[in-house]
């Protein structure tokens, strides 16, 4: 329990220095909001009254507390741009993301496990070496000229959705069925790592002494490895597949722009043009906090796996 105390302190840490570190590093970009929203009509008043209204004439220690205030409230400030709450703003974008990057990575479960534990099984067979070019062909393929290449066979081709045209979340059937082409893009080259660590780990467990052992004692080969490898050698796929779920939102901001999918990975690219900060500044603590979760969250699910990782027997 102390572990976990600990883990929980030094994620709230982690997210206060990155959400000031964000704040801080917007202050100092050159530039003023007020004069870039006011355009051609700014004048010397209509500037000092908009920076008043905005709240941009106070220090910045000030203007950090009220805004992390409002964050713990769901007040995220105004948009710049779009002239409304950030929050309403987000919630759909965050959505949107939330199930694609869902969907990415329960393809990566189970394409990936079951084809490492195989792969694994046969090592060393006729097959192995064009397995291992197929994989490795995978794992160079980036996600966003993968997503080019769905988009044009599956889109413009076949015609099994309309490149650009997201149906949106009120009709979730063919939201999801659109997802599902950006999701494999994204899935594909994180689905093939995945498959190599497994099965690196699965073969380096298999010619431990005690899965001779076993199988000396007449254990049928499979029998071990489902029941005594696979356990040993999950902990540290289970921490590459928390790792994989963070960096999903990462790859998930270059396929938006390519499938026209409006998540919160397209919104960041439109309001860094548009120096719409406060989106940024809450897309990117959100993208933080995601992260951080995820490496938490696999941290205590590996140490849970593992009793061996456990400080002093306990959790």
Known sequence: MKYVLGRLVMLAVTMAAVSFLTFAAFDLISGDPATAMLGTQATEEKVEALREELGLNHPLLVRYGSWLAGFFTGDLGMSYQYRQPVGELLAPKVAVTLWLTLLSFLMIVVVSLPLGLLSARYAGGPWDGLWAGVNQFCMAVPPFFTGILLSYLFGIVLRWFVPGDFPGLEAPGKALWYLVFPAL??????????????????????????????????????????????KNALVPVVTFLAQTLAEIVAGSIVVEQVFGIPGLGRMLVASISG??????????????????AAGTAADLLGRRIDPRLKIGGRV
């Open 185 to 230: 893009a994204i899935a594909l080259p994180r689905a093939a790592m995945t498959v190599r660590m497994l099965r690196s780990t699965v073969v380096a467990e298999m010619n431990k002494a005690y899965v001779r052992t076993a199988i000396s004692r007449g254990n049928d080969r499979g029998g071990v490895l489902w029941h005594h490898v696979l």
């Open 275 to 292: 120096r719409d900060y406060p989106v940024v500044q809450a897309i990117v603590v959100i993208l933080a906090l995601w992260v951080v």
